[in-house]
């Protein structure tokens, strides 16, 4: 049990206080725009599992992956605004616009509290080809257009790798092969040179000699990282900075205020327990709240 919950105190108590009487009536659906096993659908498992043990209320994930998040979006753009159901994941609402997939952004949405966060994501390479950076960028440089970097097309790590080209001053063929574990397959198998990755999902890798963290595309340093001998670009002379990735909750537009104030006060509470923290901090997933106001 949580902190919160062992000593008693009950959402209907803390919504009482704040002044939103609102709580869920049926299950909550938590919509997420990724696979199982990642870090956005883990963490909101994490959101999931806590929420109800704090407010006895039933919160499920709904995995709805595919095209740069949309699929996801258009079904909580659908869904009632009865704050039974919400979005919840990364800036893929904005990037899924620039890359002319969707025709709208995130003003589509009633914003919500972010409850977790993650570094930009870092690049890596197979141990078997290239020893460091220097050594990609050199291949890269030798063979323009020709090494293989995957990606989602229209998705985060499709603009992501773009930045990393201009900033390295080099030419990848960037193929789309879809979720991230079919990039850690495509690497595996030597089909692709570099794929853009969490490091939830690669540290292993890493540790088992099989991967070669880059570095990290970040303008702040993460302990998770720097323990683990990962060094940012910057460091390493390549001007490359990319936004971190901020799960956040997006819900139908004329969701009620109630519903948001709900919201904020719950991830709040849940991240001032050290046991919904550890929980984010176990799985290298940084917690971090923002209301709705300062998370958009």
């Not at 291949?139 to 097309?153: D, F, M, N, R, S």
């Not at 900075?241 to 719950?266: G, H, N, R």
Request: aromatic share 10%; with cysteine; hydrophobic share 40%.
């Amino acid at each position: 049990k949580t902190e919160a919950a062992a000593d008693g105190e009950t959402k209907a108590e803390a919504a009482a206080e704040s002044g939103s009487a609102w709580e869920p009536s049926t299950t909550v659906s938590i919509v997420v725009p990724a696979g199982a096993g990642g870090n956005t659908d883990l963490s909101a498992r994490v959101f999931a599992q806590y929420a109800k043990e704090l407010t006895g209320h039933d919160f499920i994930v709904v995995n709805a992956s595919g095209a740069a998040g949309s699929v996801a979006a258009n079904q909580v753009l659908a869904a009632a605004a009865d704050g039974h159901t919400f979005l919840y994941g990364h800036n893929l609402v904005n990037v899924a616009n620039i890359a002319g997939v969707t025709d709208y952004n995130y003003t589509a949405f009633k914003l919500g509290p972010t409850f977790a966060k993650d570094p930009a994501q870092q690049l890596y390479v197979s141990a078997e080809k290239y020893a460091d950076l220097n050594a990609f960028i050199e291949a890269a440089k030798a063979a323009p257009g020709q090494l293989k970097a995957c990606t989602e097309v229209g998705a985060y790590t499709y603009y992501e790798l773009l930045a990393f080209e201009k900033a390295a001053d080099i030419d990848l063929d960037l193929v789309d092969v879809g979720s991230n574990s079919d990039k850690i397959a495509a690497m595996l198998s030597g089909q692709v040179d570099l794929m853009p990755g969490t490091w939830m999902l690669n540290k292993d890798y890493v540790t088992a000699g099989q991967f070669v963290c880059l570095g990290a595309p970040t303008d702040q340093k993460y302990d998770m990282l720097e323990n683990a001998g990962v060094k940012t670009f910057a460091d390493q002379g390549i001007d490359l900075a990319f936004p971190d990735t901020d799960y956040s909750f997006y819900f139908p537009k004329e969701t009620p205020d109630e519903v948001i104030t709900y919201f904020d006060d719950l991830c709040k509470d849940l991240l001032d327990d050290e046991t919904v923290s550890k929980a984010l901090t176990d799985m290298d997933v940084i917690p971090y709240y923002l209301n709705h106001e300062d998370a958009f």
